[in-house]
């Protein structure tokens, strides 16, 4: 299993690899730095040169649709899973169904048991702070739509994870929870064949590329939780502020009822307030619900490839093990044992596999981060054209 999971997947190239940091381009491409007419149109000039990748898709799968289920153990959001496919593997051109939160659990865990050289997507987390955020609330509701039809996207993209048997299931089972109960006797055994030991071993230390990997996560995760939380307290004084504004405003406009003289410049204040109100509103809207979502993924993500990088370094340790053990007999040449061979393409599997999963996981946040900040570029600009109104129209109040 390991050896045609290998075959399966594109060799790297090591120079696509850079880990100096967030601002450097994974494949070393050179970036213009001169200001554009605008953030948009830089955007859309970078997402267009993404899609000539020349790639062919045959599977596409969306979350959409959540409804709220009331029953009288418990209370939960389904969502409807509608996929399109050309893909022998699949009966129909089309399937519908719908999953709960558990269910995208359950299928993550498969792929973890059945995929364990690959980077599996992360989900977004189960649990939120009660009294905080109500998880049946529509904004929370489509933020986890959003997080889950990206998780499933992510799956549908990997050259590997997107033929697994478990993700075939999830996709086109009207009853996942029978086909749970059954045990899945046949794609078990598929998980079987791919168990590694993680016995006591322990590892020498990991080769070069890997241990700048494993130091590439630490301080890219490091950097993107200290962002997120001084996201966060922007975001709840902006909040503060927002509450505060809304009470100042309807001061002059009931000050302006009393100064007949005042009456249109004040009603003009009071005007812009409620205008800076809004858009502040909006500001805070989109940090919430598209910025905060995109550094918390990976952050995950980064925890995914970090367990991932345990993975190969306890299947190395095994290999090492090993090894020793048959350099200690004492015959002058010792063949080496198949259990030793098994190991050693166990670790070349998880090295090809990795480094693979890595290059592609550095493309893609190459992608979704200068989205994501083009994107907070735009609305920060959108933002204070208007607010400018304020100079204008107090402006125009008092002359």
């Known amino acids: ?141 489509e933020t986890r739509r959003k997080a889950l039809d990206k998780f499933l996207k992510r799956i549908t993209d990997h050259p590997v994870l997107s033929f697994n048997e478990h993700f075939n299931v999830f996709l086109t089972a009207k009853d996942l929870n029978a086909y749970k109960k059954q045990g899945m006797a046949l794609l078990s055994k598929m998980g079987e064949s791919v168990k590694y030991v993680t016995g006591g071993y322990k590892l020498r230390s990991r080769p070069l590329e890997f241990a700048a990997i494993g130091e590439y996560l630490d301080t890219f995760s490091l950097k993107l939780g200290t962002i997120d939380r001084i996201a966060q307290r922007i975001i709840k004084e902006q909040l503060e502020y927002l509450v505060e504004l809304r009470e100042y405003g309807p001061v002059y406009s009931t000050w302006g009822g009393l100064e007949v003289e005042l009456s249109e410049p004040l009603e003009g204040v009071s005007a812009c307030i409620g205008n800076c109100c809004t858009a502040l509103e909006e500001l805070s809207e989109d940090m919430t619900e598209d910025f905060l979502p995109v550094l918390r993924e990976y952050i995950l993500y980064s925890e995914s490839m970090k367990n991932v990088l345990k993975k190969r370094d306890q299947v190395q340790a095994e290999y090492e093990a090993k090894l ?63 607010v400018l109104l304020w100079e204008l129209i107090c402006v125009s109040s008092l002359v």
Not at 333 to 348: L, M, N, Y
Not at 364 to 382: E, P, S, T, V, Y
């Open 1 to 141: 299993a390991f050896s045609s999971t290998c075959e399966t997947v594109e060799q790297p190239n090591a120079q696509s690899l850079d880990l100096r940091g967030l601002l450097s381009l994974p494949n070393g491409t050179p970036v213009d730095t001169s200001s554009p007419a605008s953030s948009s149109s830089l955007l859309n000039r970078l997402q267009l040169d993404d899609d000539l990748d020349g790639e062919t898709r045959d599977l596409f799968v969306t979350v959409d649709d959540p409804k709220k289920h009331v029953c009288t153990m418990e209370t939960y959001i389904t969502y409807r899973v509608t996929t399109k496919t050309t893909r022998a593997e699949f009966d129909l051109p089309e399937y519908s169904v719908r999953r709960r939160y558990q269910d995208f659990d359950w299928l993550r865990n498969k792929l973890e048991e059945s995929q364990p050289t690959h980077l599996i997507p992360p989900l977004p987390e189960k649990f939120v702070v009660k009294g905080v955020v109500d998880r049946f609330s529509e904004e929370f509701v």
């Open 324 to 386: 020793e053990a048959v350099a200690l007999k004492k015959e002058d040449r010792p063949k080496v044992p198949t259990d030793v061979e098994k190991c050693q393409d166990r670790v070349e599997c998880f090295n090809a596999d990795l480094k693979a999963d890595m290059e592609r996981w550095q493309n893609n946040k190459r992608q979704d981060f200068r989205q994501l900040l083009m994107g907070m570029a735009d609305k920060n600009i959108q933002y204070y054209e208007k």
